[in-house]
């Protein structure tokens, strides 16, 4: 490992001195897209019947496109199966007629789920760049089973991009039919259920496809094989035969009603509880909306996974509220993830209480503004009321967000946000300097029209009641992607009195540095291997004004196989360095002694892991790592699998094992973390599913059961059943409680 360590350093400084920062600018002022296939969308007066079938007479006038081009295993020719498409619209609505040849009849579905997992899958994907801005997206998936899958996409950013959200879901159609040499999806989407700008000529546009048989992904805008597919820098482009008209977006009103009952076993006490609200979207214009949430309740939301924490830093778990997901991309992509987060929505709606415990903060009202001012400027605007609880010591709060997004040349775009948490009321049991937190922030992000540049530069600032002179973050990075170099390096800067309590940052008062360097070979007349991927990350992390101004260093090499069956095996060698400011206990056994504070920790391991192609009915994946750890030893354990009849059920298990020794009086202690899951997918609109957990660091086994029904467009039926048990002597109830939800969609 040490040779290759080697090797990825030589790489690294060759490349980066190999590229002069002119070869940036000449990237950023080119400022011209291509279009690399181009489709006439004829207007049509003719009635089309969704059922899978090209038997309807206007589709004999539609424009044919076919020859696509393969992604993988290789993105030099066209695909051996083919995929052809035509494209029709009226006053209302866009269809699209899709014909994905196949080999045989035996494809890979997860389940029946709307937005179904597409990983090793095959399926169909429309992508629509509505505004021709090659940053926003809205992106349509079906199958050969006409299932629906909608979600909106943002252009991702290396530096910290979210890219794609699921949560969204537009009222449209498709239906499928099955051939002897190929299927045949048939799709309606109403013009009202997207945003464009008035009189629109053409829109930016690809569709892509996976197909598990000949182990091929293909794209009809021919995309380079290191770009994620679907990239929005690779796309054709549609022109409608005449204008479209104008952009109309219905009123909707979604009103909940949520009944529940529960026992705390702890306390002894039985809860009944019974609440409604409702959300309400406003359109603006052709691309604003306003969203509104009056007494939001977010107990149909999946559980978080637990996971074992061996770190000093607090976790981050993923948002998964559909009010703060929705246009996220507008509000989060800030700063650098898990170092300089200056918004993590997360945050509300969860407070400490007297004692120092997390606690829920019940959110009363919500309204979020977001969209397009034009075809440049996006806007995004979300104020957030939460309740008080002066028995625990939580005060009311109001955060609010607010962000400007401006496009230059071809996908770059600079913005501002301004976020303010802020007390409502004068509380004696909160301090002056916290009765209120301020940040203002700067950001240009860059992303080149072939996707091969990409990097983001900001400056953030943040107010408390009491003055702070270090109370400034900023950043840098840059990164490029060829076909067989990937290079970045980044550095960061967050000073000791910086604070953002909406935000999300494992330290303050530091400076850090991240280079990264990937060298992908692809080797030649090999019907097994994709490529081989070497790559080197390191960090260095400093504390300018602690005592020990080094805090440690990482550096980590690996080797990676990916096979064409999409299959992957992995070596990996970690070097670490910790310096600890204060007392640390990596197991977190109750009454242990910590490890002494103010020393250095240097300490080395190595992993191996393979995992299994994802279309298999029987997939696993497992992993290994042993080596030092802290002043003593660690062996990590890992594995998973997952089964499936489908496309109706699926079943998985995870099992990490974590066994720590550490030389006395510190603790040793193993650590085990187990997780099964059950999912019934009944049929397109309905699904149970069963997620269980058990780790013996928390001490805590939570039982999650789900039913889902969704009855009428964007209307669902919700039953949840949620247990908890502490493990002590004996495994002890601590709550449970079977909720009833029932949310309707209305548009007026």
């Given at each position: 490992?040490?040779?290759?360590?080697?090797?990825?350093?030589?790489?690294?400084?060759?490349?980066?001195?190999?590229?002069?920062?002119?070869?940036?600018?000449?990237?950023?002022?080119?400022?011209?897209?291509?279009?690399s296939?181009?489709?006439?969308?004829?207007?049509?007066?003719?009635?089309?019947?969704?059922?899978?079938?090209?038997?309807?007479?206007?589709?004999?006038?539609?424009?044919?496109?076919t020859?696509?081009?393969?992604?993988?295993?290789?993105?030099?020719?066209?695909?051996v199966?083919?995929?052809?498409?035509?494209?029709?619209?009226?006053?209302?609505?866009?269809?699209?007629?899709?014909?994905?040849?196949t080999?045989?009849?035996?494809?890979?579905?997860?389940?029946?789920?709307?937005?179904?997992?597409?990983?090793?899958?095959?399926?169909?994907q429309?992508?629509f760049?509505?505004?021709?801005?090659?940053?926003?997206?809205?992106?349509?998936?079906?199958?050969h089973?006409?299932?629906?899958?909608?979600?909106?996409?943002?252009?991702?950013?290396?530096?910290?991009?979210?890219?794609?959200?699921?949560?969204?879901?537009?009222?449209?159609?498709?239906?499928?039919?099955?051939?002897d040499?190929?299927?045949?999806?048939?799709?309606?989407?109403?013009?009202d259920?997207?945003?464009?700008i008035?009189?629109?000529?053409?829109?930016?546009?690809?569709?892509?496809?996976?197909?598990?048989?000949s182990?091929?992904?293909?794209?009809?805008?021919?995309?380079?094989?290191?770009?994620?597919?679907?990239?929005?820098?690779?796309?054709?482009?549609?022109?409608?035969?005449?204008?479209?008209?104008?952009?109309?977006?219905?009123?909707?009103?979604?009103?909940?009603?949520?009944?529940?009952?529960?026992?705390d076993?702890?306390?002894?006490?039985?809860?009944?509880?019974?609440?409604?609200?409702?959300?309400?979207?406003i359109?603006?214009?052709n691309?604003?909306?306003?969203?509104?949430?009056?007494?939001p309740?977010?107990?149909?939301?999946?559980?978080?996974?637990?996971?074992?924490?061996?770190?000093?830093?607090?976790?981050r778990?993923?948002?998964?509220?559909?009010?703060?997901?929705?246009?996220?991309?507008?509000?989060?992509?800030?700063g650098?993830?898990?170092?300089?987060?200056?918004?993590?929505?997360?945050?509300?709606?969860?407070?400490?209480?007297?004692?120092?415990?997390?606690?829920?903060?019940?959110?009363?009202?919500?309204?979020?503004l977001?969209?397009?001012?034009?075809?440049?400027?996006?806007?995004?605007?979300?104020?957030?009321?939460?309740?008080?609880?002066?028995?625990?010591?939580?005060?009311q709060?109001?955060?609010?967000?607010?962000?400007?997004?401006?496009?230059?040349?071809?996908?770059?775009?600079?913005?501002?946000?301004?976020?303010?948490?802020?007390?409502?009321?004068?509380y004696?049991?909160?301090?002056?300097?916290?009765?209120?937190?301020r940040?203002f922030?700067?950001?240009?992000n860059?992303?080149?029209?072939?996707?091969?540049?990409?990097?983001?530069?900001?400056?953030h600032?943040?107010?408390?009641?009491?003055?702070n002179?270090?109370?400034?973050?900023?950043?840098?990075?840059l990164?490029?992607?060829?076909r067989?170099?990937?290079?970045?390096?980044?550095?960061?800067?967050?000073?000791?009195?910086?604070?953002?309590?909406?935000?999300?940052?494992?330290?303050?008062?530091?400076?850090?540095?991240?280079?990264?360097?990937?060298?992908?070979?692809?080797?030649?007349?090999?019907?097994?291997?994709?490529?081989?991927?070497?790559?080197?990350?390191?960090?260095?992390?400093?504390?300018?004004?602690?005592?020990?101004?080094?805090?440690?260093?990482?550096?980590?090499?690996?080797?990676?196989?990916k096979?064409?069956?999409q299959?992957?095996?992995?070596?990996?060698?970690?070097?670490?360095r910790?310096?600890?400011?204060?007392?640390?206990?990596?197991?977190?056994?109750?009454?242990?002694t910590?490890?002494?504070?103010?020393?250095?920790?240097?300490?080395?391991?190595?992993e191996?892991?393979?995992?299994?192609?994802?279309?298999n009915?029987?997939?696993?994946?497992?992993?290994?790592?042993?080596?030092?750890f802290?002043?003593?030893?660690?062996?990590?354990?890992?594995?998973?699998?997952?089964?499936?009849?489908?496309?109706?059920?699926?079943?998985?298990?995870?099992?990490?094992?974590?066994?720590?020794?550490?030389?006395?009086?510190?603790?040793?202690?193993?650590?085990?973390?187990?997780?099964?899951?059950?999912?019934?997918?009944?049929?397109?609109?309905?699904s149970?599913?069963?997620?269980?957990?058990?780790?013996?660091?928390?001490?805590?086994?939570?039982?999650?059961?789900?039913?889902?029904?969704?009855?009428?467009?964007?209307?669902?039926?919700?039953?949840?059943?949620?247990?908890?048990?502490?493990?002590?002597?004996?495994?002890?109830?601590?709550?449970?409680?079977?909720?009833?939800?029932?949310?309707?969609?209305?548009?007026?």
């Amino acid at each position: 490992m040490i040779n290759l360590y080697n090797f990825l350093t030589f790489k690294l400084q060759k490349n980066i001195l190999k590229k002069p920062p002119i070869f940036l600018l000449l990237a950023i002022l080119n400022s011209n897209l291509i279009f690399s296939q181009e489709l006439t969308v004829k207007y049509t007066q003719e009635l089309i019947e969704i059922d899978g079938s090209p038997s309807d007479l206007a589709w004999n006038d539609a424009e044919s496109s076919t020859d696509f081009w393969q992604w993988r295993p290789t993105d030099s020719v066209r695909a051996v199966k083919q995929t052809e498409f035509k494209a029709l619209f009226d006053n209302e609505n866009l269809y699209f007629l899709v014909k994905a040849y196949t080999k045989e009849k035996k494809f890979t579905v997860y389940n029946l789920e709307r937005d179904f997992e597409t990983k090793s899958a095959d399926y169909v994907q429309l992508i629509f760049d509505t505004f021709n801005d090659a940053s926003n997206a809205f992106k349509f998936q079906t199958n050969h089973l006409g299932l629906k899958g909608d979600m909106l996409l943002s252009s991702v950013n290396s530096f910290g991009g979210r890219g794609m959200n699921s949560s969204w879901d537009a009222i449209w159609e498709v239906e499928s039919k099955l051939y002897d040499d190929s299927y045949i999806v048939e799709l309606k989407i109403p013009l009202d259920q997207l945003y464009f700008i008035n009189g629109a000529k053409s829109w930016r546009f690809n569709i892509y496809r996976s197909d598990t048989q000949s182990l091929e992904h293909s794209s009809w805008a021919k995309t380079p094989q290191q770009q994620r597919i679907g990239d929005l820098a690779f796309m054709g482009k549609i022109n409608f035969e005449k204008p479209l008209g104008e952009s109309k977006k219905p009123v909707s009103i979604i009103p909940y009603i949520n009944g529940s009952i529960g026992k705390d076993f702890i306390q002894q006490i039985n809860t009944n509880n019974f609440d409604f609200g409702l959300d309400m979207k406003i359109p603006i214009g052709n691309s604003i909306n306003i969203d509104f949430a009056l007494n939001p309740d977010f107990s149909q939301v999946e559980v978080d996974d637990q996971l074992v924490n061996l770190t000093q830093f607090e976790l981050r778990l993923p948002e998964r509220r559909q009010f703060f997901t929705q246009n996220s991309d507008l509000f989060t992509d800030f700063g650098q993830e898990r170092d300089a987060e200056p918004f993590f929505s997360r945050r509300i709606g969860i407070s400490k209480d007297l004692e120092g415990n997390t606690v829920e903060n019940r959110i009363v009202s919500g309204v979020r503004l977001s969209g397009k001012v034009n075809d440049k400027l996006r806007i995004g605007l979300l104020n957030v009321l939460t309740e008080e609880d002066r028995t625990k010591g939580i005060p009311q709060n109001n955060s609010t967000v607010f962000t400007l997004r401006n496009k230059v040349f071809a996908r770059s775009n600079y913005s501002f946000f301004f976020i303010n948490r802020e007390n409502t009321k004068t509380y004696d049991f909160v301090d002056n300097q916290n009765t209120y937190n301020r940040v203002f922030g700067l950001e240009y992000n860059l992303a080149s029209k072939n996707g091969e540049w990409s990097g983001r530069t900001f400056f953030h600032k943040s107010f408390t009641p009491e003055k702070n002179d270090k109370n400034a973050s900023f950043g840098l990075k840059l990164s490029k992607n060829t076909r067989k170099h990937y290079v970045s390096m980044g550095g960061s800067y967050v000073g000791d009195d910086f604070r953002s309590d909406l935000g999300y940052y494992r330290r303050y008062g530091f400076v850090k540095f991240t280079p990264f360097y990937q060298y992908r070979i692809y080797p030649k007349n090999n019907d097994k291997i994709l490529n081989y991927e070497l790559q080197h990350y390191a960090a260095y992390v400093f504390r300018p004004n602690k005592a020990e101004k080094f805090e440690g260093r990482w550096n980590i090499s690996s080797f990676e196989i990916k096979y064409r069956n999409q299959s992957t095996f992995e070596i990996k060698q970690n070097i670490k360095r910790d310096y600890l400011y204060s007392n640390f206990d990596p197991t977190r056994t109750e009454g242990a002694t910590p490890l002494p504070a103010n020393n250095f920790y240097s300490y080395t391991d190595y992993e191996i892991a393979f995992s299994s192609p994802d279309k298999n009915i029987f997939k696993f994946a497992t992993g290994i790592q042993y080596g030092d750890f802290f002043n003593g030893t660690k062996l990590s354990f890992k594995t998973g699998f997952k089964y499936r009849i489908q496309p109706y059920f699926n079943m998985s298990l995870r099992f990490d094992y974590d066994s720590i020794k550490l030389p006395d009086p510190y603790p040793s202690r193993n650590i085990w973390l187990i997780s099964p899951k059950f999912q019934y997918t009944f049929n397109k609109k309905s699904s149970w599913s069963t997620y269980i957990q058990y780790t013996n660091q928390s001490k805590n086994l939570g039982i999650n059961s789900r039913f889902k029904w969704r009855f009428a467009p964007l209307s669902d039926l919700y039953i949840v059943y949620n247990d908890n048990y502490i493990n002590t002597d004996s495994m002890e109830p601590q709550y449970r409680s079977i909720n009833l939800k029932l949310t309707y969609w209305i548009n007026l």
